[in-house]
């Protein structure tokens, strides 16, 4: 009676050990680059991320803009998302010297939510903006809370054990 709980026990602190499956997707590649200096404005930007995006037809779940450095907002055209890949065209136009930034809010297809920024420069070098944060909290459990339940569990259990000895 007293050996099949120690399986049990082993198999629920396996289960709740953390694995790679609570990472969030992150950025593999950018174009153009982050504080790359261009000496004309790109025609697209693409960012890579190590996982596939979320898409749910007909909802905007991942977006991405370009603004001026504390200036206007490009509006950017077919807005895409192909597998790890969101893109976006800018519009050909006269681009006034000075840093860009890109900014992207996604959700990667475990559902978590990311969001960042990052800038490049047209004829002149990159200012770089102020870092943002990224989205926390999407249903992961921190892994201090799953250390904590895990012991809790084998110490319950422990004693569950040794309270059944007469």
Known sequence: ????????????????SPTAAF?????????????QVLMSMAREISIQFSEDLLTIDNQEVNTISLTELDGPKIELENVTVDGQYLKAEIPVS???PGTYEVSYRIVSADGHKVSDSFTFSLNNPAVTAPATQVD???GVIPLPLVYAITILLVAGGFLLFHSRKP
């Not at 990472?23 to 504080?35: E, I, L, N, R, Y």
């Open 136 to 138: 926390k909290g999407d």
């Open 94 to 96: 006269d681009y006034a």
């Open 1 to 16: 009676m007293k050996k099949p709980l120690i399986p049990f026990f082993a198999f629920v602190t396996l289960l709740l």
């Open 23 to 35: 990472a969030h997707a992150g950025v593999v590649a950018t174009v153009p680059g982050q504080d």
